[in-house]
């Protein structure tokens, strides 16, 4: 069990109305810190009030990106408990991103006793509103005080939380995606399947670009032929194509394995779906556009939980999906998922983790 030490507010923040959250805007009145030293190890838990950090100008995150995030949530279920989703699989996620960045990793149970920690602190700002919850971002930087290129010996793990609606405007009305065919998001070998702050970075500029299309996010392609579907950022992909599920395969290491992409495959093999994880070229998805035979298309995420897109944009050819509609797969798994995390419906997985 780790070892937390807990400095509490006096002056609690005044909550959001819980009908208009948006996405990541409010914090709560704690956070939990835990330092690492070399020699060390990782130590001094706490639990203290959400603050500013002081850091030396020179801190290696500031210069060389040695970084990494978390992303998972807490559901207020309709008996007024609060769980979270297979936070197992994020901390697994977690010590992978911290091997590829040479970061220290942590205990996974130390990790979850952590992030237990703080909500149970934090319970009252657990959202009762439909549709929201209280996202939970880990993170770890690296402090040393140094200019030269090397692993830091020092990190922060920090935990914040933030009480979220729908990540996108639309909310689980279908989203318009734009297919990005200049910049790419990663390469094999790179750290596409890693959680780092540098991937969402680079990706900003193909962002920018579609938003003031008037898109939602950017279909990103691999970054090698500019030919596979990798993801589209903020979520994993899934394609249905005259009625099998198909959704690019992770061996090529350049897409995140997203907790809730593997919850759906789990989702639609129990359901009985047609599932394929595998190379999937944009022209194969365009080909079966021309056909008929785009039946849908849908993102997964645990910000985005499931996003149904509604248009694809390849510069000349412009594909409306399913007349712009949730489509029946996107609608049978938002169902089943939500109904899980909000406690609604039986977990027959065991993917639930209550805090209290
Ligand atoms: C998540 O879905 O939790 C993410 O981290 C995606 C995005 C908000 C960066």
Redesign the pocket.
Known sequence: MLNIKYELVENKKEKPDWNKLGFGKYFTDHMFIMDYNEGMGWHDARVVPYQNLSLDPACMVFHYAQEMFE?LKAYRTPDGSIQLFRPDKNIERMNNTNERLCIPKIDPSDALDAIKAIVAVEKDWVPTAEGTSLYIRPFIIATDVMLGVHPSKSYKFMIILSPVGA?YAEGIKPVKIFIEREYVRAVKGGTGFA?VGGN?ACSLIGQEKAEKMGYAQVLWLDGIEHKYIDEVG??NVFFVIDGTIVTPALDEGNILPGVTRNSCIAMLNKLGYKVEERKLAVEEVIAAYKEGKLDEAFGT????VISPIGFLDDGNIKMTINNGEIGPVAEKLYNTLTGIQWGREKDDFGWTVKVV
């Open positions: 992303g990540y959680k969402y903020a979520m995420g645990t910000a985005a």
